[in-house]
């Protein structure tokens, strides 16, 4: 892999999906900056920034690695300064030199998961990745530009069941492209949608996905992608309410669905709000041992591989004191007692409080307001409990 672009032509039959490639920057680039959408989200996002010289430099950029390096580095950078006390990684010396990888992790932030990955790639002079997004987050046309401007291909997920297999070989393919033919790694969460209660599973419909392409047999498909799972760590979930909400939503309604405002709002709401410390944890690449397995049977092969990375997830983990106290609130014991203070538990309680007060639905009970606490309680409990039993199975 290298820190500079090289000018490859997308095939024809990724080019719906593809990032924007070099020859396509300056163009984009123009017509975006032209968009009354995104010069509203620019504004909002960035409330002091000069909007004319922020369209000038964008002008300036010329290639995939001119927008990350100038661009996306220091927006992400600034983010880390004002929504977090500090981004820190480890383990990435898993990355072994020349090497592409699928970066699989769990899934907290729709937009942050896979910045603040590159961005620590990007502190280190590493190649950055390409990101996989659903096209159900891209509700404007700018947006889709923008995503694909920034390294992004698309997910499709609202296609009729029948070309749903045609959609997941084309990603299989592009994913296998991209790592064998381009030579750059990729990142993808572990499962469609974030997990609403932090109880972090690889979906097995992924994996099959990953594993449809090039070949016919899925566990040389698997060894080529070169699976390597990260950890990701909040210490605050700024979305936590929200997930709460929507509990409580399909409680009172099973069939309540989130609107495309919903997602816009939860975009702002990671992007912008509080997350205290965040960590990455790269665990090492586990097609060494899924070369071990010795089982060639599809199904066994994507159960295998799905316990890999759960375990590699689960295992790193990083926990702050709030883990500690929801989990033992949840299991209504002092097993953790050690791992945080008096203070600690106050400055806890206080903020599931606090973010309890913001959930805006109209009549709420008692019993309700104390089944959100549960369910928020569980979001920051259940990384302390799948640690505990990844832990107990080594």
């Known amino acids: ?24 920057y300056r163009e ?6 032209q968009e ?26 010329s290639s995939q690695h001119d927008f990350q390096y100038k661009i996306m580095g220091p927006f992400l950078e600034m983010l880390v300064k004002t929504t977090t006390a500090g981004l820190t990684c480890d383990g990435l010396d898993n990355c072994r030199p020349g090497e592409c990888y699928t970066f699989i992790t769990n899934h907290r932030d729709i937009v942050l998961d896979a910045s603040f990955l590159n961005l620590c790639f990007i502190r280190r002079h590493m190649p950055i990745t390409q990101v996989a997004i659903g096209n159900n987050l891209l509700i404007y046309h700018w947006i889709a530009d923008l995503v694909k401007l920034n390294r992004s291909f698309i997910v499709k997920r609202d296609v009729r069941m029948t070309e749903a297999l045609k959609a997941a070989r084309q990603l299989s393919a592009y994913i296998h492209y991209v790592l064998g033919t381009r030579h750059e790694s990729v990142w993808i969460a ?15 419909s992924l994996i099959k996905m990953v594993g449809l392409e090039p070949g016919a047999d899925i566990k040389p498909n698997l060894l080529a992608a070169n699976l390597l799972p990260v950890s990701i760590s909040y210490e605050y979930d700024p979305n936590d309410y929200l997930k709460a909400r929507e509990f409580l939503l399909r409680r009172r309604d099973p069939h309540f669905k989130k609107s495309q405002r919903d997602d816009l709002f939860s975009m702002e709401t990671g992007l912008l709000k509080y997350k205290g410390r965040v960590h990455m944890r790269l665990q090492p690449c586990i097609t060494p041992e899924l070369e071990r397995f010795s089982s060639e049977a599809r199904l066994e092969v994507v159960r295998h591989t799905c316990t890999l990375i759960d375990r590699a997830i689960h295992c790193g983990y990083e926990l702050f004191p709030g883990n500690y106290i929801a989990y033992d609130a949840v299991t209504a014991t002092r097993t953790y007692a050690d ?41 920051y409990a259940n990384p302390v409990k799948n640690q505990l039993a990844a832990l107990s199975r080594r």
Not at 1 to 24: G, H, R
Not at 36 to 61: K, N
Not at 190 to 204: C, F, H, I
């Open 1 to 24: 892999m290298s820190t500079t672009e090289t000018t490859i032509t997308i095939p024809e039959q990724f080019k719906d999906i593809a990032p924007y490639d070099d020859a396509q």
């Open 28 to 33: 984009k680039i123009a017509a975006l900056i």
């Open 36 to 61: 009354p959408g995104f010069e509203h989200a620019v504004r909002y996002v960035l409330p002091d920034v000069d909007y004319r010289d922020f369209a000038e430099q964008l002008l300036q950029v």
């Open 190 to 204: 572990q499962r469609e949608g974030r997990a609403k209660d932090s109880n972090d599973l690889t979906q097995e």
């Open 339 to 379: 791992r945080y203070t008096d203070d600690d538990r106050r400055v806890f309680d206080d903020y599931i409080a606090g973010q309890l007060d913001k959930v805006d639905v109209p009549d709420i009970t008692a019993d309700e307001r104390e089944y959100m606490r549960r369910m928020m309680l569980t979001m």
